[in-house]
């Protein structure tokens, strides 16, 4: 099981920590990715980080303003969001799988039920 928090609203420039606490299964196991999907948009790919944390993909399209990074002693994965914008609205999923290039491709075996945020003008 994947559970998000820490999403609200939160005004432009601001910034979000968003946590995904994971239980169930053995967490050191799965890469980690995180997404998001805004009203009448496709789910987008924010990055993802390998089993170890020690290595973590951004696609070019979100480069500079989020961070991913796990803790594998507390079985949960991070998203920070800086500098947020109002395109930056929508509902934000973590998601596991044993392969990350199952993260990139946006069809992980296991998803969160996500955490919304919002970001005011």
């Known amino acids: 099981q994947l559970v998000e928090s820490g999403g609200g609203l939160v005004q432009v420039g601001g910034s979000l920590r968003l946590t995904c606490a994971a239980s169930?299964?053995?967490?050191?196991?799965?890469?980690m990715g995180w997404f998001r999907q805004a009203p009448g948009k496709e789910r987008e790919f924010l990055g993802g980080?390998?089993?170890?944390?020690?290595?973590?993909y951004y696609p070019d399209s979100v480069k500079g303003r989020f961070t991913i990074s796990r803790d594998n002693s507390k079985d949960t994965a991070y998203l920070q969001i800086n500098n947020l914008k109002p395109e930056d609205t929508a509902v934000y999923l973590c998601?596991?799988?044993?392969?990350?290039?199952?993260?990139?491709?946006?069809?992980?075996?296991?998803w969160g039920q996500g955490t919304q945020v919002t970001v005011s003008s």
């Open positions: 998601a596991a799988d044993q392969s990350l290039h199952n993260l990139v491709e946006v069809t992980p075996e296991f």
């Open positions: 169930g299964r053995t967490f050191s196991s799965y890469a």
């Open positions: 980080t390998i089993k170890s944390g020690s290595s973590t």
